[in-house]
């Protein structure tokens, strides 16, 4: 017998439409997924485990695409930049075995303030078996440049960070 699933997906397209809301609801200046919203999903999906896996993996292969996008987009005007900015491998793991290693990266208390994009370049640190020195080094320049930039968006909004930001660089050229 041919199970119908259409439900399942409208509820996933309804849930992926009203997730960036509830996440986004919980605190201003938001920029990234972190561990909280990571583990928060489980409770959109009411338990669910499989629709908590369709969703968790939409979004990885969501921050996956963007990012060859990107890459391709810069590529096309400079190959050597474009290398050196996304020079991290974040595809080395399948989406189904990172989504089950961010639920292990997240299981720990001391993570959870990661954003996810970072804690996907760390999972994969760890499933290349890079040396440990190396992916703690990785998590503590993450773990710092994500508080700087929370106590940075407490005094200036995310617009004005990022207009700095282009004046700093295009002063630079």
Known sequence: MKKNV???????????????????????????WDGGDWKRVNQLANGNLD????????YV???LDGRLFFYLKTWSVEQGLADSIYAETIDYLNPKELVRSLNNFYADPLMVYVPVPSAMIITNMYGERIPLKII???VQQTKFWINDLHIR???????????GKYNKHSEKQ
């Not at 997906?9 to 997730?19: E, G, H, K, V």
């Not at 629709?51 to 939409?58: C, H, L, W």
């Not at 407490?154 to 004005?160: I, N, R, V, W, Y």
């Open 136 to 138: 703690d080094a990785y």
């Open 61 to 63: 292969s969501g921050v």
């Open 6 to 32: 259409f439900p399942k997906f409208l509820i996933l397209i309804l849930i992926l439409i009203l997730l960036p809301k509830e996440a986004f609801s919980q605190q201003q200046n938001r920029l990234f």
């Open 51 to 58: 629709m908590e896996y369709r969703i968790k993996a939409a």
């Open 153 to 163: 968006m407490d005094k200036h909004s995310p617009a004005e960070l990022l207009e």
